[in-house]
T-cell receptor, first 112, second 113 residues
Framework: DQQVKQNSPSLSVQEGRISILNCDYT??????FLWYKKYPAEGPTFLIS?????DKNEDGRFTVFLNKSAKHLSLHIVPSQPGDSAVYFC???????????FGAGTQVVVTP | NAGVTQTPKFRVLKTGQSMTLLCAQD?????MYWYRQDPGMGLRLIHY???????AKGEVPDGYNVSRLKKQNFLLGLESAAPSQTSVYFC????????????FGPGTRLTVL
């Protein structure tokens, strides 16, 4: 049962422009959301997170927005850089044991 | 500080063979997790541990066993490998089950023929 969905498998963006990645979830009990970045042949690395009591969290070029009523979150990368080319996973914390449910990922390609 | 390490990096097995994947972390984390990643899918939780000597089932535990005899190590075993277990396996650790991130190892690519 896929409770976290990333409906865009890929995204191409020009260097310097904004990248917007979307994630939808179905379980209203999720209380913490994370974005991970993954390069080929490496493990995922943590990027940014947001608690369900907030609607926005910012860290440098990365901002995550949470719309609880729509069960939707998005990651904005401004400005996009070539090093941002990677697969981005959205994840949601499912319980107090820290278990995460992941979306299928979005491949981002930043072109010069 | 190596973080989370996994051995081996690659392995090819024949159907019915067994193997153990080793995960080690040097961050003194209590919680450890094993995931598998398949094409077109996100990471799915196989088993996890909330402390030394404890293990619990995740989303896709069938065909796998785990052990956490030492706090820093989390072992994933395949007793009789099947082609459906061809995947990339990631280990992760976290300080607790609270609002903190999991740190991932580099992965093990396993092929079962």
């Amino acid at each position: 049962d896929q409770q976290v969905k990333q409906n865009s498998p890929s995204l191409s963006v020009q260097e310097g422009r904004i990248s917007i990645l979307n994630c939808d979830y179905t379980n209203s009990m999720f209380d913490y959301f994370l974005w991970y970045k993954k390069y080929p042949a490496e493990g995922p690395t943590f990027l940014i997170s947001i608690s369900s009591i907030k609607d926005k969290n910012e860290d440098g070029r990365f901002t995550v927005f949470l719309n609880k009523s729509a069960k939707h979150l998005s990651l904005h990368i401004v400005p996009s850089q070539p090093g941002d080319s990677a697969v981005y996973f959205c994840a949601a914390r499912t319980d107090s044991w820290g278990k995460l449910q992941f979306g299928a990922g979005t491949q981002v390609v930043v072109t010069p | 500080n190596a973080g989370v390490t996994q051995t081996p990096k690659f392995r090819v097995l024949k159907t019915g063979q067994s193997m153990t994947l080793l995960c080690a972390q040097d961050m003194n984390h209590e919680y450890m997790y094993w995931y598998r990643q398949d094409p077109g899918m996100g990471l799915r939780l196989i088993h996890y541990s909330v402390g030394e000597g404890t293990t619990a089932k995740g989303e896709v535990p069938d065909g796998y066993n785990v052990s956490r005899l030492k706090k820093q190590n989390f072992l994933l075993g395949l007793e009789s490998a099947a082609p459906s277990q061809t995947s990339v396996y990631f280990c992760a650790s976290s300080y607790s089950g609270g609002y903190n991130e999991q740190f991932f190892g580099p992965g093990t690519r396993l092929t079962v023929l």
